[in-house]
C-alpha cells in the first residue's frame, strides 16, 4: 500500500467524473494519470467504471472515475480504509443516474470514517432514498446537488446530517417543499433553493433554523411569502427572491428579520411597495428592486432603519416618474443609488439630502437638462452616470458641488457646448466621456480646471476644430478620442505638450492637413504614418498609438 505523507494523511481529494458514452482518448487529453493502480485505491463502483489516478499536489493524490452507465447509485465502498476523512467525493458530468439507493454511502461513512463535501451535480438524478445519506452525519458539511432532474425531496433525508452547513439544490425541477423537509439540520447556515418551480413555502419551512444567514429562492415561481416563515430563521443575513412573480409584498413579510442586511426583489412584477416594508429591517445594507414595474415610491418604506447602516438602492429598469419626499429621511447615509433605466423628466429635488452618496447612476432615463440645483449638496459624489438621456443643456455651475467626482459621464444627449463654467471646479475629475452628442464647440480654456484629467472621450461629434490652448492643459491625459467628428486640420500646436498621451484615436474626421510636426514631443515616429497617408486633397484615417507605432487605414 502506497503511504500518503503523514502531514497530509487526513486529506484525500476524489472527483468521480462519471460520464456517459465518453469517446475513446478524450476524457484522460489533458490528465497524467499513473496506470495500474491497485484495486484498493479505487472505489468498487461498477464493472464498467475506470479509474486513474493524477497527482494532485506533492502530498495528495485525485482519483477520477468514468462509468459508461450507472443506472442507479450503488454503495460506494471506502478507498482502502474505512477511517479515512476525504475531503471531497464528486459525481458530476452527464450520468445516468436516475436514483440514489438507500444507504449508498454507508461504506464511506463508516466507523471513523466520512466525507466532508458531497457534490452530485448535473448527474441526472431523478430520485433519492430517505436514507441515501443516513451515514454521512458525522463530517459532512457541504451536499451539493445542482442541475439535476428531482422534483421531491423525502422527508427525512437530511435528518442525520446534524454537522451540514451548506445545502443547495438548485436547478432542479422541485415544486413543493414539505414544512418539515429541514429537520435535524442544526447547523444550517445556507439554503440554495434557486432555479426550481416552486411556487408556495410553508410557514414552518424554517423553524429552527436559527444559523441560516444565506436563503436564496431566486429564478421560482413565488407570489406569495407567509410572514411567519422567517420567525424560525431571524438571523438571515441576505435572502434573495429575485426573479419570482412578486407583484405586491405584504408590510409584515420581513417583520421576523432583525439582522437582515441584503435583500434581492430584482426582476419581479412588483408595481407598489407598502409603506413601512422595511421598518424592522434596522441593519439593511443593500435592497435591490431593479427589474420591476415601479412608477412611484412613497415615503415611508424605509421608516424606522437606520439610516447609518443602509448603503445601497438599485432602484433601475423601472417605470419611476417621481419620488415622495419623505423617501430618503431615513436612509439618508447612501453612498450609491442606481435610477437607470426609469422615465425621469428631471433629477429630483430630494437627492440633496444625500450629503453621503458617492455613485449615482441616471443612466437611459429622460432627462432633459441639468440645473445648478441638482447636485448642490452632493459633495460626496465621486462617480456620475448621466449618459443616454435627452440632455441638450448643462447649466452653468452645476457640478460646481461636487468638486472631488472623479468620473462624469455624459455621453449619448444632445449637449451643443461645452463652456468652462459647465464642468468648473472639478478639479479631480479623472475620466470624462462627452462622446455621442451634438457638440460643434468646445470653448477656450473650458479644461481649465481640469489638470488631473486621464480619460476624454469625444468622439460621435460635431466637432470641427480642436482648441489648442484646451489641449495644452491637459498635462495628465492619456486618453484622447476624437474619432467620428468633422475635423479638417491637425496643427503643429495641437496637442504640444501633451507627454502623458498613450492613446490619439482620429479616425473618421475630414483631415486633409497635418502639420510636420503636429506630433512633436511624442513618443512616435511620424515618417511611416507621413508617406503612408498623406495625400493633399484626399481623405484618409489617423488612430495613433504613442509609444507603441501608428495604425490606420485608408
Not at 437582515?260 to 407598502?274: A, G, P, W
Not at 458641488?401 to 457646448?417: E, H
Request: charged content about 15%; some cysteine.
Amino acid at each position: 500500500m502506497m503511504a500518503v505523507p503523514r502531514i497530509h494523511s487526513h486529506i484525500l481529494v476524489i472527483v468521480l467524473l462519471l460520464l456517459l458514452q465518453v469517446p475513446s482518448g478524450v476524457m484522460w487529453e489533458t490528465i497524467q494519470c499513473t496506470p495500474d493502480i491497485p484495486d484498493y485505491r479505487c472505489p468498487r463502483l461498477n464493472p464498467s467504471c475506470q479509474c486513474c489516478e493524477e497527482e494532485a499536489t506533492l502530498y495528495t493524490k485525485t482519483l477520477h472515475v468514468t462509468c459508461s452507465d450507472l443506472g442507479e447509485l450503488p454503495q460506494v465502498i471506502a478507498f482502502d480504509s474505512t477511517s479515512r476523512v476525504l475531503e471531497e467525493l464528486t459525481f458530476e458530468g452527464n450520468t445516468t443516474i436516475s436514483h440514489i439507493q438507500a444507504a449508498a454511502f454507508q461504506n464511506i461513512g463508516g466507523t471513523g470514517g466520512g466525507v466532508k463535501k458531497l457534490r452530485m451535480s448535473n448527474a441526472g438524478i431523478q430520485t433519492l432514498d430517505v436514507t441515501a445519506f443516513q451515514s454521512l452525519g458525522t463530517y459532512l458539511m457541504e451536499l451539493t446537488m445542482n442541475s439535476n432532474k428531482f422534483s421531491q425531496v423525502p422527508v427525512g433525508i437530511f435528518s442525520s446530517l446534524q454537522q451540514l452547513y451548506e445545502l443547495s439544490m438548485k436547478d432542479n425541477e422541485i415544486s413543493s417543499l414539505d414544512g418539515d423537509l429541514l429537520q435535524g439540520l442544526t447547523y444550517l447556515g445556507r439554503l440554495i433553493l434557486s432555479g426550481n418551480k416552486i411556487s408556495s413555502i410553508p410557514s414552518n419551512f424554517l423553524s429552527g433554523r436559527t444559523r441560516l444567514a444565506y436563503f436564496d429562492l431566486s429564478r421560482n415561481s413565488l407570489s406569495y411569502l407567509d410572514p411567519n416563515l422567517f420567525y424560525g430563521a431571524r438571523n438571515i443575513l441576505e435572502l434573495r427572491l429575485s426573479h419570482n412573480d412578486f407583484k405586491t409584498i405584504s408590510t409584515d413579510t420581513f417583520q421576523a428579520l432583525d439582522n437582515l442586511q441584503i435583500v434581492r426583489l430584482d426582476h419581479n412584477k412588483l408595481e407598489t411597495l407598502s409603506p413601512g416594508l422595511f421598518t424592522a429591517n434596522s441593519n439593511l445594507r443593500t435592497v435591490d428592486l431593479s427589474h420591476n414595474s415601479l412608477k412611484v415610491l412613497s415615503g415611508g418604506i424605509f421608516s424606522d432603519t437606520e439610516p447609518k447602516s443602509m448603503r445601497n438602492l438599485l432602484l433601475s429598469h423601472n417605470l419611476l416618474t417621481s419620488m415622495e419626499n419623505e423617501l430618503f429621511k431615513d436612509i439618508s447615509k447612501l453612498t450609491l443609488l442606481d435610477l437607470s433605466f426609469n422615465h425621469f423628466l428631471a433629477v429630483p429635488q430630494m437627492l440633496n439630502s444625500l450629503t453621503d452618496l458617492f455613485s449615482l447612476d441616471f443612466s437611459n432615463c429622460k432627462l432633459l437638462n441639468v440645473t445648478y440645483y441638482d447636485f448642490v449638496n452632493m459633495t460626496s459624489l465621486r462617480i456620475l452616470d448621466l449618459s443616454n438621456n435627452q440632455i441638450e443643456a448643462v447649466e452653468d455651475l452645476s457640478f460646481r458641488f461636487t468638486p472631488d467626482m472623479y468620473n462624469l459621464t455624459l455621453s449619448n444627449n444632445k449637449i451643443t457646448v461645452i463652456k468652462r463654467a459647465t464642468i468648473f471646479g472639478m478639479f479631480e475629475l479623472q475620466h470624462l466621456y462627452l462622446n455621442g452628442n451634438n457638440l460643434s464647440k468646445i470653448h477656450e480654456k473650458a479644461f481649465l480646471d481640469l489638470h488631473d484629467l486621464k480619460n476624454l472621450y469625444l468622439q460621435d461629434n460635431s466637432l470641427d476644430e480642436v482648441n489648442e490652448d484646451n489641449m495644452q492643459i491637459l498635462a495628465s491625459l492619456k486618453t484622447l478620442d476624437l474619432s467620428n467628428n468633422s475635423l479638417s486640420e491637425i496643427t503643429s500646436h495641437t496637442f504640444q505638450g501633451m507627454r502623458a498621451l498613450t492613446t490619439l484615436s482620429l479616425g473618421n474626421n475630414s483631415i486633409t492637413s497635418l502639420a510636420d510636426d503636429a506630433f512633436t514631443g511624442m513618443n512616435i515616429t511620424m515618417s511611416t504614418c507621413k508617406y503612408s497617408l498623406i495625400y493633399p486633397g484626399n481623405l484618409f484615417y489617423i488612430k495613433l498609438y504613442i509609444g507603441f507605432k501608428c495604425l490606420s487605414n485608408q
